[in-house]
């Protein structure tokens, strides 16, 4: 702002000095042609009269007539021009029209100088706000970049937490692939196991549970039926045990019990005490050749069910 303020004084300086040196030399321009109108008045500045007059002196007669008239002549273009070099030395400031020219041009120059003064104003208040502004952007930006290494360092502990869960990831993607591979493997093993040759099964965990379901209720059938077979034998046997000892001795009281365990099906036989304790262990070790050979015939038959099964 000051260096334009400089520089609109500078112009305003060189402007004054350029009109005083113009204002001289219309002056000195003014004065020779003043001259030179003087020396050559009588021939070109009259026009016709000029050379009418120049005929009149040319004649040695006109020469003596006309010479006062043609000293009155000069005598009245000297005073006009001494009056015109007066008018045209003041002409450069006295003349109204330049003296206006010159103050509206000054008035111009205070009014631009003034628009100046107001504009370098201006700038000066908002080179302080932008002052302003630029210490709090600087505040800004100093919280900013803290934040900005808080928030890098978060990023670098997100990053190795990421690369990490990365690797737990893949851990459990083998581990998920080997047990449905071992999953897939149990549940074939299992499908061959489960298989006849009248019904293949599927190696599908839906049909292998099905078949499960039918395997566990048959088992649940075939144990109850065992459960009551055995019940049977060992009935059957305890009524043969009975039949023999009485056939052998011919015991009364062994008939009794044996008829009393065959009118109930369930409940434990009393035992049977003989007089003679070596005759009934015989007899006991006869009855229990006889009661394990029935059971190993019992179990021959179960097994071969269950193979046929």
């Known amino acids: 702002m000051n260096d334009s303020l400089g520089s609109v004084e500078v112009d305003l300086r060189t402007c004054r000095e350029n009109f005083e040196r113009a204002v001289a030399d219309k002056e000195c321009i003014q004065r020779q042609s003043a001259v030179q109108t003087h020396l050559r008045f009588p021939m070109k500045a009259r026009g016709k009269e000029g050379f009418a007059f120049k005929r009149q002196i040319c004649t040695p007669g006109g020469l003596i007539f006309e010479s006062p008239k043609a000293l009155w002549n000069t005598r009245r273009f000297t005073t006009v021009r001494d009056r015109d070099l007066k008018v045209s030395r003041g002409e ?26 107001q504009e370098k104003e201006a700038l000066e208040m908002q080179h302080r706000v932008t002052e302003r502004e630029l210490n709090e952007i600087k505040e800004k930006l100093s919280i900013s970049t803290r934040n900005l290494g808080s928030a890098s360092g978060n990023i670098a502990q997100q990053e190795s937490l990421i690369c990490q869960l990365r690797e737990e990831i893949k851990v459990r993607d083998d581990r998920v692939q080997r047990l449905q591979a071992e999953q897939k493997h149990t549940l074939e093993s299992l499908a061959i196991q489960l298989s006849t040759p009248t019904r293949f099964v599927d190696s599908i965990e839906m049909t292998i549970k099905e078949k499960l379901h039918e395997v566990l209720s048959e088992n649940k059938e075939k144990t109850a039926r065992l459960n009551s077979d055995r019940t049977q034998v060992r009935w059957r046997n305890r009524d043969w045990k009975l039949d023999g000892e009485a056939k052998y001795e011919n015991n009364a009281p062994c008939l009794k019990l044996l008829t009393a365990r065959r009118r109930h099906s369930v409940g434990n036989a009393p035992p049977v005490v003989t007089k003679n304790a070596l005759e009934y262990r015989k007899t006991r070790v006869r009855y229990l050749v006889i009661l394990v050979s029935h059971f190993q015939s019992i179990e021959s038959v179960i097994y071969l069910t269950s193979e046929d099964h």
């Not at 006295?94 to 003064?117: C, K, S, T």
């Open 92 to 117: 450069g400031i006295n003349h109204p029209g330049n003296f206006i020219r010159i103050v509206y041009l000054v008035a111009n120059e205070i009014l631009e100088i003034d628009r100046l003064r």
